[in-house]
């Protein structure tokens, strides 16, 4: 059972920067997907940033583009998300995802559905 734990939520002003951080309890070997969503109350869950490990292709959606990267540290087993540029819209908790046994293809990792990890979500808050 791979469990996920997500930090570097927080309070920030429109334009300032964060910088999430998901370490894995372990690490697969598998071409897989892993990707960041979030979620207001009320509100589906978004797909934000995704990465395949599998060539490294990595996914935005297009509110965040230009403003977000999502990267990986292999010998931390830890995924990362850089938010610049905030703005408030960008308020939610967000979640990382992961799929170690390799199920999802390339192309596939903005499908929740598809994910069996989730971290337990870290609240980002951006005032204007």
């Known amino acids: 059972q791979v469990q996920l734990v997500e930090s570097g939520g927080g309070s920030v002003q429109a334009g300032g920067s964060l910088k999430l951080s998901c370490t894995a309890s372990?690490?697969?070997?598998?071409?897989?997907?892993m990707a960041w969503f979030r979620q207001d109350p009320g509100k589906e869950r978004e797909g934000v940033a995704a990465?395949?490990?599998?060539?490294?292709?990595?996914y935005y959606a297009d509110s965040v583009k230009g403003r977000f990267a999502v990267s990986r540290d292999n010998a931390k087993n830890t995924l990362y998300l850089q938010m610049d540029s905030l703005k408030p819209e960008d308020t939610a908790k967000y979640y990382c995802?992961?799929?170690?046994?390799?199920?999802?293809?390339?192309?596939?990792?903005?499908?929740?559905?598809?994910?069996?990890?989730w971290g337990q979500g870290t609240q980002v808050t951006v005032s204007s």
């Open positions: 995802a992961q799929d170690p046994e390799g199920w999802m293809r390339d192309g596939t990792c903005f499908d929740p559905n598809g994910y069996n990890y």
């Open positions: 372990e690490y697969s070997d598998k071409n897989h997907c």
């Open positions: 990465l395949y490990t599998g060539g490294g292709s990595t």
